[in-house]
């Protein structure tokens, strides 16, 4: 009995003699040839800015700042508005292929970020806050992210993320929250 799912899938040509010419391309009779897919030469993403890497080793607070935000140096990179713009739009979608050690960095820059953003609304000179930070980022910190943020929770200005601890009920009853 023919497969035809198996038939589509495999291509088999014959070379016959041809007594004017050249060898001619006969098809076998219990296969079926599909055309291939087009070749194309240009990956397509799915937005601009897609899987868009974090920098990761900044010079100073104000670089990250300006990465995180589309200005400076970074203006409308990867898109108008930075990362924080992509962030709003499309959530967790554009970096889903970021890797652990991304995954983190991409959350300590947040962290670091959101806490400028904040104190500038609660009417700090934004110049101040930025020559503060970069302080403990260059002397403390060492110039990491990470570090930074250690550092800025010693100095109770970024709070301690609590971790969701939600026990899981093997009973299958209800949940206990202390």
């Not at 920098?55 to 508005?81: C, H, K, L, Q």
């Not at 962290?111 to 020559?131: A, H, P, T, V, Y």
Request: positive net charge; charged residues 20%; aromatic residues 8%.
């Amino acid at each position: 009995m023919w497969n035809a799912a198996a038939g589509y899938a495999n291509v088999r040509l014959q070379q016959l003699p041809v007594h004017n010419g050249g060898p001619a391309e006969v098809h076998s009779p219990s296969v079926v040839t599909s055309p291939d897919p087009p070749q194309t030469t240009q990956s397509v993403l799915p937005y601009p800015g897609y899987n868009h890497p974090l920098r990761g080793e900044y010079v100073s607070v104000m670089e990250m700042f300006d990465e995180w935000n589309g200005t400076g140096n970074y203006y409308n990179i990867p898109i108008a508005g930075g990362i924080a713009e992509l962030n709003r739009r499309y959530k967790s979608q554009w970096r889903r292929r970021y890797t652990g050690a991304q995954k983190t960095l991409f959350s300590r820059v947040q962290r670091i970020c959101q806490s400028i953003l904040d104190r500038i609304g609660k009417g700090e000179s934004k110049d101040s806050i930025l020559q503060q930070y970069n302080c403990f980022y260059i002397n403390d910190a060492k110039g990491t992210p990470s570090l930074l943020v250690l550092v800025l929770q010693a100095r109770g200005i970024l709070s301690k993320q609590q971790r969701n601890r939600n026990p899981i009920a093997v009973d299958g009853g209800s949940q206990e929250h202390s």
